[in-house]
């Protein structure tokens, strides 16, 4: 039986002190997330894996609902969002030491039927792209000052790389009141492959060289992850960086 598989790799980097990232992959249930923590508040690893765990109950709680049909794909994906952001406040209402915690969050379902179909769920600016025919397509629009920026027209493209508020942060779990997801639907094809990753794959590599590994791996999910961090870490691997490559097998 085929199925969507993904294949996950996270490493320290370089610079960092800890690694601050966190993932999960649940392929049986066809669910799969990035978290990134944010590095400059205490606990930001506490946030990203307090958020993984979350959203990994949610998807185990809500996988019969889903295979009948009696939650949608959008309602879980909100569930997931909303419990995780609950979680990391409260536990930095216990924890005075995790005052001000956060974390970015990007998740994917992808439900089977005649054309299978990719739900993306996200807060901050871990992304989720396609990749397909050789060409690699972003599916989220990262939640920062630069893309504000951008879309008002107050920098171009070519300054946005180098400004100073480009990781600013406009939304985060576990930061201000709520953190409402933008939520994205994808129809796949079997040769599709999808990425989510945290923004250290980002800051070190452009789109197009993300789309040049994948193009050169000859479909292979491990090889893209490996080659994926390891160029990070040759361009200087100034972040915590994760990646998920997902693939029909």
């Known amino acids: ?89 409260e536990r930095a209402r216990l924890d005075p030491r995790l005052a001000q915690m956060g974390t970015t969050l990007v998740t994917l379902l992808i439900t089977a039927g005649a054309t299978p179909t990719a739900h993306l769920a996200h807060v901050g600016d871990s992304r989720g792209y396609l990749f397909r025919d050789g060409r690699l397509t972003p599916s989220t629009r990262d939640h920062t000052l630069i893309e504000t920026y951008l879309a008002q027209g107050i920098v171009t493209p070519a300054t946005a790389k180098t400004h100073p508020d480009r990781h600013v942060l406009t939304k985060a779990i576990g930061i201000a009141h709520s953190a409402e997801p933008d939520l ?10 999808l990425l989510l990753c945290s923004d250290g794959l980002t800051k070190m ?7 040049d590994i ?27 960086v994760t990646v ?3 693939a029909h097998r």
Do not use: Y
């Open 184 to 193: 994205t639907t994808l129809p796949l094809a079997p040769s599709d492959m």
């Open 1 to 89: 039986m085929s199925a969507w598989v993904g294949i996950g790799r996270s490493d320290i980097g370089l610079v960092r002190a800890m690694n601050q990232d966190a993932f999960v992959t649940i392929d049986p249930l066809g669910f799969w997330a990035v978290a990134d923590g944010m590095g400059g508040h205490a606990g930001g690893d506490v946030a990203a894996q307090s958020a993984i765990a979350t959203a990994a109950a949610r998807a185990e709680l809500f996988a019969d609902p889903l295979r009948n049909g009696h939650c949608t794909p959008q309602g879980f994906l909100q569930d997931v969002m909303t419990q995780a952001h609950d979680t990391v406040l």
């Open 214 to 240: 994948m193009a050169h791996a000859q479909g292979d999910p491990i090889g893209i992850c490996d080659r994926l961090i390891d160029t990070a870490l040759a361009r200087g691997g100034k972040d915590n």
């Open 205 to 211: 590599l452009e789109d197009a060289d993300i789309a």
């Open 244 to 246: 998920i490559v997902i």
